[in-house]
């Protein structure tokens, strides 16, 4: 896959995370736990653009 795709599928994955995390948050019996893990996935996948699009600028 090139730099460009797995940024693209990154950016996708970050948007479906935000959009369950804040599904979870508006159901009536949300659970602080898979909140919480949602948003340390996503903050993962926040990291690894961030990383690639630096990689990206110093080439």
Known sequence: MSLEGHLVELQRRHQALEKEIAE??????SDALKIRELK????????????????????
């Open 24 to 29: 979870e948050q508006h159901h009536p019996q």
């Open 40 to 59: 340390r996935k996503k903050l993962r996948v926040k990291d690894e653009i961030a990383k690639l699009r630096e990689g990206e600028t110093v080439h």
